[in-house]
């Protein structure tokens, strides 16, 4: 109900514009690709069958899969970093410069190269647990310092450090495996099948509904930890199963993915201009954004050179990094 309450609020139409937008960047970049597939060939293939058995492998086996992965990646990395930049209060938190993703590539770095069976199983599994090593390193460091407003600065170190160990490793590890963790590291939708579209859009749904579920202890944390505290919230144990949350979330996706940087930094920036900053319509605003937004980022990356495709994760650090460098200076102009 309170979903309902939020879209059909104050934010009806940017909510509904959004919505159709999404359905529209799905439907439209289906038909970007060397093959060339018409709204028309997918409407065909959806009600009744595919006019040929090419249109029926790019459509289904390969346009799709690709389009609902990036639209659930998209939707997990903005909601992870909505919900870092509330908890932490800081504006210019996200999974990537928090260490979450510089800990998931660790740990998969590790689980290409030392295990070369049930990958599909033991790469997310290793992946999560060092997205969780870097939260814990992080959260624990800054709680020692006793100071929340570190825990940025002390994201960026671990990134920094646990980033150092992943190239060590690959600088030893055999060629071959190296250059397809270097690869994967950069992030890419060009291997992705139907069922990691399953394991993602079910970890980014159980984020989604534990932040329904939290949203006004969430809303309370922006008052303060005291003020929260005040008003029965246990302050430290939501912003555990927060952490946790993001960690998994983001781990989940950097496990199929690889790295795709700063989406959890730009899209509640660009939301909260659009719905403001309570967790219901910005968490539900950076769901639809953020998703769109990576659809049409591996359009770009497929479509801008010919023969030839761009890692999606460079396309977002280089649009990510102008935007960083842009809310800093703002920061700066009215701080």
């Given at each position: 109900?309170?979903?309902?309450?939020?879209?059909?609020?104050?934010?009806?139409?940017?909510?509904?514009?959004?919505?159709?937008?999404?359905?529209?960047?799905?439907?439209?970049?289906?038909?970007?690709?060397?093959?060339?597939?018409?709204?028309?060939?997918?409407?065909?293939?959806?009600?009744?069958?595919?006019?040929?058995?090419?249109?029926?492998?790019?459509?289904?086996?390969?346009?799709?899969?690709?389009?609902?992965?990036?639209?659930?990646?998209?939707?997990?990395?903005?909601?992870?970093?909505?919900?870092?930049?509330?908890?932490?209060?800081?504006p210019l938190a996200d999974?990537?410069?928090?260490?979450?993703?510089?800990?998931?590539?660790?740990?998969?770095?590790?689980?290409?190269?030392?295990?070369?069976?049930?990958?599909?199983?033991?790469?997310?599994?290793?992946?999560?647990?060092?997205?969780?090593?870097?939260?814990?390193?992080?959260?624990?460091?800054?709680?020692?310092?006793?100071?929340?407003?570190?825990?940025l600065l002390t994201g960026?170190?671990?990134?920094?450090?646990?980033?150092?160990?992943?190239?060590?490793?690959?600088?030893?590890?055999?060629?071959?495996?190296?250059?397809?963790?270097?690869?994967?590291?950069?992030?890419?939708?060009?291997r992705v099948e139907m069922?990691?579209?399953?394991?993602?859009?079910?970890?980014?749904?159980?984020?989604?509904?534990?932040?329904?579920?939290?949203?006004?202890?969430?809303?309370?944390?922006?008052?303060?930890?005291?003020?929260?505290?005040?008003?029965?919230?246990?302050?430290?144990?939501?912003?555990?199963?927060?952490?946790?949350?993001?960690?998994?979330?983001?781990?989940?996706?950097?496990?199929?993915?690889?790295?795709?940087?700063?989406?959890?930094?730009?899209?509640?920036?660009?939301?909260?201009?659009?719905?403001?900053?309570?967790?219901?319509?910005?968490?539900?605003?950076?769901?639809?954004?953020?998703?769109?937004?990576?659809?049409?980022?591996?359009?770009?990356?497929?479509?801008?050179?010919?023969?030839?495709?761009?890692?999606?994760?460079?396309?977002?650090?280089?649009?990510?990094?102008?935007?960083?460098?842009?809310?800093?200076?703002?920061?700066?102009?009215?701080?």
């Amino acid at each position: 109900m309170s979903i309902i309450r939020t879209i059909k609020g104050k934010n009806t139409w940017v909510f509904s514009g959004l919505i159709i937008f999404t359905l529209f960047s799905i439907v439209l970049s289906i038909t970007y690709g060397p093959a060339t597939i018409t709204s028309a060939d997918i409407f065909q293939c959806v009600i009744n069958e595919c006019a040929s058995p090419m249109h029926d492998m790019v459509i289904w086996q390969i346009r799709i899969p690709r389009v609902l992965v990036g639209l659930a990646a998209g939707m997990g990395l903005a909601c992870a970093g909505a919900i870092l930049q509330n908890v932490t209060r800081n504006p210019l938190a996200d999974p990537y410069l928090f260490g979450i993703i510089s800990g998931a590539g660790l740990g998969a770095t590790i689980a290409t190269l030392v295990v070369s069976d049930q990958q599909s199983l033991t790469l997310p599994l290793a992946a999560f647990l060092g997205a969780l090593f870097s939260v814990v390193i992080v959260f624990g460091i800054a709680t020692l310092l006793r100071n929340m407003n570190h825990l940025l600065l002390t994201g960026v170190a671990v990134s920094f450090m646990l980033g150092s160990i992943s190239h060590f490793i690959l600088y030893l590890g055999d060629p071959f495996a190296t250059n397809r963790v270097i690869f994967w590291l950069m992030g890419s939708l060009a291997r992705v099948e139907m069922f990691h579209f399953y394991l993602i859009g079910a970890m980014v749904l159980i984020t989604l509904l534990t932040i329904f579920a939290l949203h006004r202890q969430i809303d309370a944390l922006l008052l303060g930890d005291e003020s929260a505290a005040s008003l029965g919230v246990n302050v430290d144990k939501l912003r555990l199963i927060l952490l946790a949350l993001c960690a998994a979330v983001t781990a989940t996706i950097v496990a199929y993915c690889g790295g795709i940087g700063f989406v959890g930094l730009m899209i509640p920036h660009i939301v909260r201009q659009l719905v403001g900053v309570t967790t219901m319509p910005l968490i539900i605003g950076s769901a639809l954004v953020g998703g769109c937004f990576l659809v049409w980022v591996d359009v770009a990356a497929r479509s801008a050179l010919s023969n030839v495709e761009i890692p999606i994760g460079i396309i977002t650090s280089a649009i990510g990094s102008i935007f960083f460098l842009a809310i800093m200076y703002r920061t700066r102009k009215t701080g």
